[in-house]
C-alpha cells in the first residue's frame, strides 16, 4: 500500500506539471495533498460520532439542528484541531468540477475556512496560515483564468482518484510516508536549492542514529533549522520523543514541516 501510493501520487505531480518548475508545482500539490487529507478526516471522524444519531456529516449539516451541529463542530476542534463544513470539503468542490464550474474562488474559501476555524483554539499555531503559499490567482498555474481553473482542477481530480489509506491502521504511517516521499522527489527535481528544505532520508537515519546512541528514548528533540521535517521527525521517531521542537526562517518551508508534522499525526 506504501509504495502503491508513492507511484500514485507522483505520477499526478510529475504528470500534471507542465514547464513549471518543480519547486513551484511542490506547493500546490502538496498543499492540495493535505487538503483532500483533512477533508477525508474530519468526514470519517464526524460520521463515526453521528453513527448513534443514525445520520452522516453531510445529513446533519442540512438539518436545522443547530445544538447538534454546534456540538459536532466543537467535538471536532477538540479531537482533531479544525473544522470545516461539508461545503468546504474536497469532495464538494469535485462535485463542482464534475459540473464544470470554476472552482478557484470555492477552493480559496475552503482553505481560508480550515485555517479561520482554528483561530482562538490551542491548535491555532498548528493551522494558521497553512495555506498561504497556494496563490490560485498566480500566472504559475495559468495565464488565463481559464487555464488556472483546468490545471487546478486536473490535479485536484486526479488526487480523488487516489485511496490515502486513512482506514488502515494507525501504526501504518502509509500517507505520512507519501507525503515525505513527494518532498524527496520534488527535492531531486530542485538540485541544489532543495537543501534549504530537505535532508535526504538516507542522511536524516545516520544522524538519528547517532542523536539516539546510548539512549532508549529522548526527552525532546530540537531542530533550529528544521526544514520540511524530515529529519526532525525522523529522528523524534527513533527515539521515541516526547515533545519535538523546530524553527525554520522561510515560512514557505515552515508550511510543508507545519503539513508533515500533522500528517504524521503530531501536534
Known amino acids: ?23 513551484d508545482f511542490m506547493y500546490y500539490t502538496l498543499g ?3 487538503y483532500k487529507y483533512l477533508s477525508e478526516k474530519i468526514e470519517k471522524a464526524a460520521d463515526e460520532v453521528l453513527q448513534e444519531d443514525g445520520m452522516t456529516f453531510k445529513e446533519v449539516w442540512g438539518s436545522n439542528d443547530e445544538e447538534l451541529k ?10 482533531l484541531g479544525y473544522f470545516v463544513e461539508p461545503e468546504f470539503l474536497y469532495s464538494t468542490i469535485i462535485s463542482m468540477i464534475d459540473r464544470k464550474e470554476n472552482i478557484l474562488p470555492a477552493l480559496g474559501r475552503s482553505l481560508k475556512k480550515i485555517e479561520d476555524s482554528t483561530l482562538g483554539q490551542d491548535s491555532e499555531d498548528d493551522f494558521g496560515g497553512l495555506f498561504s503559499d497556494i496563490d ?7 495565464k488565463t483564468a481559464e487555464e488556472k481553473n483546468r490545471l487546478v482542477s486536473d490535479v485536484l481530480l ?28 520534488f527535492a531531486a527535481g530542485a538540485g541544489k536549492k532543495a537543501g534549504e528544505f530537505y535532508t535526504p532520508q538516507e542522511v536524516s537515519q545516520i544522524l538519528a542514529e547517532i542523536v539516539i546512541t546510548g539512549k532508549t528514548r529522548l526527552k525532546s528533540v530540537y531542530d533550529p533549522t528544521c526544514g ?10 527513533e ?12 515560512t514557505t518551508t515552515f508550511n510543508l514541516c507545519r503539513m508533515n508534522k500533522l500528517l504524521h499525526g503530531i501536534k
Open 136 to 142: 490560485l490567482t498566480s500566472q504559475k498555474i495559468g
Open 239 to 250: 527515539g521515541n520523543a516526547d515533545t519535538i521542537y523546530g524553527q525554520e526562517k522561510n
Open 70 to 79: 454546534e456540538a459536532l463542530k466543537e467535538e471536532c476542534i477538540q479531537n
Open 158 to 185: 486526479n488526487l480523488n482518484e487516489i485511496d490515502f489509506g486513512l482506514s488502515e491502521a494507525a501504526e501504518i504511517d502509509i500517507l505520512g510516508d507519501a507525503y515525505e516521499y513527494m518532498i524527496g522527489q
Open 32 to 34: 492540495f495533498i493535505f
Open 1 to 23: 500500500m506504501q509504495q502503491k501510493l508513492r507511484n500514485q501520487l507522483w505520477t499526478v505531480a510529475n504528470t500534471l506539471r507542465g514547464n513549471m518548475s518543480a519547486g
Open 228 to 237: 520540511s521535517g524530515s529529519l526532525l521527525l525522523r529522528s523524534a521517531r
